[in-house]
């Protein structure tokens, strides 16, 4: 064991706790996640709708004009 793996006390170092200590601060807190998550199912939905428009409107509507040549 490295003499560098103790902690202050001579016991052994809490990686784990260490690794939190440091990241926790880095992560953003659950309102901004959330939010991020409902702004990203948004805009998803969005060009989804655009993309369903564009497929009905480019594929469906000159399908609908098949059987009457005369309109």
Do not use: K, Q, Y
């Not at 309102?31 to 409902?38: C, D, F, I, M």
């Not at 998803?44 to 098949?66: D, K």
């Amino acid at each position: 064991m490295n003499p560098d793996d103790r902690a202050a006390d001579g016991g052994p170092l809490d990686w784990d706790a260490a690794f939190e200590a440091l990241v926790a601060p880095l992560r953003p807190s659950r309102r901004r996640w959330v939010a991020r998550t409902l702004w990203h199912l948004v805009v998803a939905l969005v060009f989804m709708s655009v993309a369903c428009w564009a497929v009905i409107r480019l594929v469906a509507e000159p399908l609908g004009e098949l059987g009457r040549p005369w309109m």
